[in-house]
């Protein structure tokens, strides 16, 4: 559909030649050279967001886990399976983007040591056990090089107590907006195309969307990025 969409018609004057850094998808994590520990991300909501920007006039390079989804079009893409993977490609990009949105499922483990040779069934017991060490964090551990004066959103997929979490994760990983929704919630999270969304800023009192499609999300989104929409401080 947007291939036959000429995105003159939908230039935007904040985001007109800006440089927006997107992460989406999954990161796959491997145990050994078959198998991998993931998550249920499909990569749309980050998608939305990298196909949106584009369309207002942007520059935008999407590093994206293991998805299914068509590669957005006029976007550079940057595929990547783990999650060292993406914060290697994020170090280099994050410098020059203008907005950079972090939209990924990052694994925050992977296995401590991914095995050479396919773990044979018949060499293991009952069990089997794997060992996890951290991963980088994309967006916080990437926070020093980022651009002054860029803008920088987070998500957070949370299954309780939402708005106390995406708020410390606002504030823990230095971010200007961060989008909350309840993997609980119907319509919300992984695997479906709508979403149902609460915009948190710094200074800003949250802002409850309603359910709405991943395409309909990022444009409420890169409005308020562009502050065209912003709600008043402090305001409801
Ligand atoms: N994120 C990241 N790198 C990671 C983990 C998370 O860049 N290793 C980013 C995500 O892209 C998202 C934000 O941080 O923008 C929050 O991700 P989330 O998985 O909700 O948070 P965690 O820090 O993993 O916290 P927790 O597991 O405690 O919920």
Known sequence: RDRHRPRALGRDDYFSGRRVLVTAGPTQEPIDPVRYVGNRSSGRMGYAIAQAAWRRGADVTLVTGPSTLDHPWGVDVVPVETA?????????????????????????????????????????GDTLSVDFQANPDVARDTRGARKQGSVTVGFALETHDMLEHAQRKLESKGFDLLVANDATEEGAGFGVSTNRVTILGVGHDPEVLPLLSKDEVAERLLDRVSGSTAPEAGGS
């Open 84 to 124: 060292q993977e993406m914060f290697d490609a994020v170090a280099d990009l994050v410098g020059s983007a203008d907005v950079a949105v972090f939209a990924a499922a990052v694994s925050d483990f992977r296995p401590s040591d991914v095995r050479e040779k396919k773990v044979k069934r018949s060499e293991e």
